[in-house]
Each structure stands twice: as C-alpha cells, then as structure tokens.
C-alpha cells in the first residue's frame, strides 16, 4: 500500500488549506491510517473520512469506496468532498464481479453522484486523478466538470523514488477534476 503526504495529496487536489479552514470536509477512501483526515483537524479544520480499512470512530466511517451505495451522512453535509488516487474509480479491475469496462463507468458516475449528495450548495467534489474518462457521463447528468493542471507532470513518486507514468495515463494525472454545485 502506498502512502502519499497530505502535503501532496492537498497539492494534487487543489486545496488551499485558507480557503476551506470553515468547511467540513470528507475524504472518500481516506486510507488505513486516515493522514489527510488527521492532518486537516490537527490544522482546526473539520474533517471526515470513509475507507474499508478504518474502524468506525467520531470521525472515520468504515465502508468500501468500492460498495459505495449510501454514504452513512446527511444530504448537503460537507463544504468539500475529495478523493484521492482512489482506485475504486480507475479501475475496473479493483472490482473481480465487473468485466464490462462500460458498466464500470457507470458504476464510478454512481459513486461519483453519491458523493455529490454529501455535498452543500456551493460546495464542491475534488478528485485527483482526473476524471476526463467520466466527463460524457458526467455531463449527461447536468453536472459542472472543469479539469484543473495538477503540476503532476507524469512523475510518480513513490517512497523517494520518481517514476515515469504510462504515457497511457498521461492526460489523466496531469489534471484533477472538480465539480462544483452552483
């Protein structure tokens, strides 16, 4: 399993740490040990995640990114809803029931929507990598996608060691997406 800072994590989605000091924010498929979730509220800000790998307390919430059906919180919930390097949306082979690469798309526009439930009017849903794969789907729902530069530039680093992205993939890691509910 790969850790990745909250520094990066909050560079690669966008977030300015002034800006959503007042939102209540979900990370969805935070990780095993929660690190953007602690970083946020250790910097006062209130933060919320979801993963399979975390024990139910005041602020974790124990569920697969992957069986997504029902976020266990109130509609209009959060200020901001991320989610990041979450392979639950990528790839359809996290998922041994899903051999149709259109049904999985259907099914992360599903888990796309419901985590747009949680969040408030104005609020907005910040995923890295992007979404571009989505974007027809997405947009058949009258839904607001923009695509953002992530300043990735096809270099991966895991532990202290950079590696090349698939030119495959390129597109994809160099943006994050983000909608917004007007």
């Not at 109130?74 to 392979?87: A, E, F, I, L, W």
């Not at 259109?102 to 419901?114: T, V």
Request: proline share 5%.
């Amino acid at each position: 399993m790969t850790r990745f800072s909250p520094e990066l994590q909050l560079d690669n989605l966008g977030i300015d740490l002034i800006r959503v000091k007042k939102a209540k924010i979900l990370d969805v498929g935070c990780g095993r040990n929660a690190d953007l979730v602690n970083f946020l509220r250790n910097q006062g800000i209130e933060a919320e995640g979801i993963d399979g790998l975390v024990h139910n307390e005041d602020h974790l919430i124990q569920g697969w990114v992957l069986d997504l059906k029902s976020i266990p919180r109130p509609s209009k919930n959060y200020g901001v809803v991320v989610t990041h390097m979450n392979p639950s949306l990528y790839d359809p082979r996290t998922d041994k029931n899903e051999k149709n690469a259109e049904n999985f798309s259907w099914r992360a526009a599903r888990i796309i929507l419901e985590m747009l439930r949680v969040v408030q009017q104005s609020g907005e849903l910040r995923c890295f990598p992007s979404l571009k794969f989505l974007d027809e789907k997405i947009k058949r729902l009258d839904l607001p996608i923009e695509h953002e530069p992530s300043y990735f530039k096809g270099r991966w680093i895991l532990g202290h060691v950079p590696v090349d992205v698939k030119p495959a993939y390129q597109d994809m890691f160099d943006y994050r997406t983000i909608i917004r509910k007007d």
